[in-house]
């Protein structure tokens, strides 16, 4: 699915289950929280923190679908085609970044 479709779903999930969509303080308040979720568990599970025993089961991959669900949420009610954005974002990316990264020696 790409990011257009992505949006679509989104939109239609909460026309269809949810009552409206959070404004957009709230969401940036969950994007947050969500996020926060994600580096806990990067931090306890191959960073040095130790693991939690209740934090061991948590799924990376849900979290991270939490975050994804989130930023469409927002692109959403901001009228952002995050698909445009992003693929201008790749070609900017790739554009400045071709050979910058090639000769850091702190990624050998």
């Not at 790409?2 to 709230?26: C, P, S």
């Not at 991270?64 to 959403?76: E, P, S």
């Not at 990264?101 to 050998?108: C, G, S, Y």
Request: some cysteine.
């Amino acid at each position: 699915m790409d990011i257009k479709n992505a949006q679509q779903v989104v939109d239609n999930w909460i026309k269809e289950h949810g009552v409206r969509y959070f404004n957009e303080l709230t969401n940036m308040a969950q994007l947050t929280e969500e996020v926060g979720e994600v580096a806990r568990i990067i931090a306890r599970r191959y960073g040095e923190q130790s693991e939690k025993e209740s934090d061991k089961e948590k799924d990376l991959g849900e979290e991270l679908a939490d975050v994804v669900f989130v930023v469409l949420c927002l692109a959403n009610q901001t009228g952002i085609d995050l698909q445009d954005a992003f693929d201008k974002k790749m070609n900017l990316k790739t554009k400045r970044d071709h050979n910058r990264h090639h000769n850091n020696p702190k990624l050998r």
